[in-house]
């Protein structure tokens, strides 16, 4: 039977050759090739076991034998390494070594369980089981039990990953290090027990293992690896112990089941996406030693419903806690300087929020979304707020400590608040009479505005500091499309922002076939392809703008063939040259 050779990620990491043969040889025979390596028949030691007889030394296995021949013991493989002990000693030792060649001895068909001997006779000598090789037991999919001897310090990358029906597991005291992935996907497990020898685990070690329900982290681990136990949707609880400083990217992210997390004093960072989407997390105790939380280190934990921030926090990245939606309350140290991007962004029960002192900068879409929050207090060292800051948030009072002057300059050219209409207090709240204003605010470039006839218009230029805003009539009203005669608007005022009308959208008039006559305002700089395309009534067109740089292909096709086209005297001319050929027929006339 040929070997199918699967490409796992954790066997290139491992870098180990596997070197199997199929007849017994003895450590004598072994190619110049497996230095420190010797690939061996073994059997278990029984107690009471008496030397080997001297049998016929046979002939070596060549190198090239294919690893389907090889012999096992009991289905399992081994290699024999060799370690250098501090006096230069040399110390044999044995691993349990990928089983791919035979995946159906664990796999629809074979056995269940499966006792890892503590030592195995190679050649009549003792070797001590020390260690569970890279990719030992992956996919081994009707393995159920796994007893692994005193002795072993050391279980590899990927080593039982995606045995599904493994239950039960004994680690022994005395284990030091879990590879990566090394139980990932292991979706039975219920309960593990980590042996406070530990001192690694690797990443994605216990991920997607559903149905583990509690974890106890070791006091020798430093951190909780990347992934560590990410996708484990049935763990209800976590104990972090003093001693780890860091809880790295994503290591409980889609924990869905996870209600409350305390990190001990130890813990200095929380790294991108920890908690990531643990939808059930309700509570969470920050310790006194974190100074940094990572991108959506929180964001998506659905039932947070409040959070504190330590003051020695300096450092809070992008989306920390974006989508929390049932949080109503937060307090945030000045230490962190700014706001950053989207930190509170989709929280929908956000009420209130209050910005301390020393806060200098409020981040792009820091609290856009939050579809609840009327009310927000700014400091006067806030001496920046980004781009949709508080877009499509519900707020009415801003209570800024600073000046009006101080405001303008920050919020005045600002899109931080959308089309909002909102009061502003100055002032700190215990000033006498602090003067209160309803502060109109610019909307966007790109912004639709509608006015209650049914008008809309786009924000086409955001003005400046003595030019208006400006927008484009993109949508006609009822009544316009029914109408036989129209005048443009110069202005419109929408949530008390006066816009310049300098636009007219493409097609906007279009089939309009009762009108007949129609005014063009003075500000209009512009007028889109087929804006009067079959309007086949309209026999008069008065443009009083003198500012009119652009008119689109086919603007005025299909008017009337007798309309006239009125253009301001000083004009003339230009506008002559500026119209023609914009299809209207050669019998309409422009005049002064």
């Known amino acids: 039977m040929k070997r199918k050779i699967l490409q796992r990620a954790c066997t290139i990491l491992l870098g180990g050759t596997l070197v199997l043969s199929s007849v017994p040889v003895s450590a004598e025979t072994i190619s110049e090739n497996d230095i420190n390596t010797e690939t061996v028949v073994l059997t278990e030691v029984a107690d009471d076991a008496a030397e080997a007889p001297e049998t016929e030394q046979e002939e070596s296995a060549p190198e090239d034998l294919n690893a389907d021949t090889a012999e096992k013991i009991d289905k399992l493989y081994y290699t024999i390494e060799e370690r250098t002990e501090a006096d230069g000693s040399k110390t044999k030792y044995a691993v349990v070594t990928d089983t791919s060649i035979n995946k159906n001895d664990f796999t629809e068909t074979g056995d269940q369980e499966i006792v890892i001997p503590s030592t195995i006779s190679v050649s009549g000598k003792v070797i001590p089981v020390t260690e569970i090789g890279a990719d030992a037991f992956h996919l081994c999919k009707k393995l159920t039990k796994i007893t692994i001897p005193q002795g072993v310090t050391s279980i590899g990358d990927c080593a039982f990953l995606y045995c599904t029906k493994l239950t039960e597991i004994t680690l022994p005291d005395g284990l030091k290090s879990i590879g990566a992935s090394a139980f990932k996907g292991c979706k039975n497990i219920t309960n593990i027990s980590l042996p406070q020898s530990l001192t690694g685990i690797g990443s994605a070690a216990f991920a997607e293992c559903g149905g583990l329900t509690a974890v106890v982290l070791p006091q020798g681990i430093t951190s909780v690896p990347f992934g560590g136990f990410s996708k484990c949707s049935g763990l209800i609880s976590v104990t972090i112990p003093e001693g780890v400083t860091e809880i790295e990217n994503t290591a409980f992210s889609e924990c869905t089941s996870l209600t409350g997390i305390t990190i001990p004093g130890s813990v200095t960072k929380i790294a991108t996406s920890a908690f990531e989407k ?315």
Not at 335 to 349: D, L, R, T, V
Request: with cysteine; aromatic share 6%; net charge positive.
């Open 278 to 592: 643990c939808e059930a997390l309700k509570e969470i105790n920050l310790g006194s030693g974190i100074t940094s939380i990572g991108d959506r280190a929180f964001a998506e934990c659905k039932a947070l419903a409040s959070i504190t921030i330590p003051a020695q926090v300096t450092n809070i990245a992008r989306g920390a806690f974006s989508g929390c939606s049932a949080l109503t309350a937060i307090s945030l140290p000045s230490a962190i300087g700014s706001i950053p991007e989207a930190m509170f962004s989709y929280c929908s029960a956000l009420t209130t929020v209050t910005i301390p002192d020393g806060i200098t900068a409020i981040g792009d879409s820091a609290f856009t979304y939050c579809s609840s929050l009327t009310t927000v207090t700014i400091p006067a060292s806030v001496t920046k707020i980004g781009s949709s800051a508080f877009w499509s948030t519900k707020l009415k009072t801003v209570n800024y400590g600073g000046s009006p002057e101080q405001w303008k300059a920050i919020a005045k050219e600002s899109t931080s608040f959308g089309n909002l209409r909102y009061t502003i207090r100055y002032g700190k709240e215990d000033a006498p009479k602090p003067e209160e204003k309803e502060e109109p605010i610019v909307a966007p470039v790109g912004t639709s505005l509608s006015e209650a006839g049914g008008r809309a218009y786009k924000v086409t230029s955001m003005g400046g500091q003595n030019a208006k805003p400006e927008v484009m009539l993109t949508k006609l009203s009822k009544k316009d499309k029914k109408a036989k005669k129209i005048t443009m608007p110069k202005t419109i005022v929408v949530y008390g922002v006066e816009y310049k009308v300098t636009k007219i959208a493409p097609n906007i008039f279009k089939n309009c076939k009762k009108l007949q006559s129609i005014t063009i305002s003075n500000n209009i700089t512009e007028i889109g392809a087929g804006a009067f395309k079959n309007c086949k009534n309209l026999k008069k067109i008065t443009i009083k703008s003198p500012v009119l740089k652009k008119v689109g292909k086919g603007a005025f096709s299909g008017i009337h063939k007798k309309c006239v086209i009125k253009v301001p005297k000083k004009q003339l001319k230009a506008y002559k040259a500026l119209l023609k050929g914009k299809g209207q027929k050669k019998s309409v006339k422009i005049k002064k």
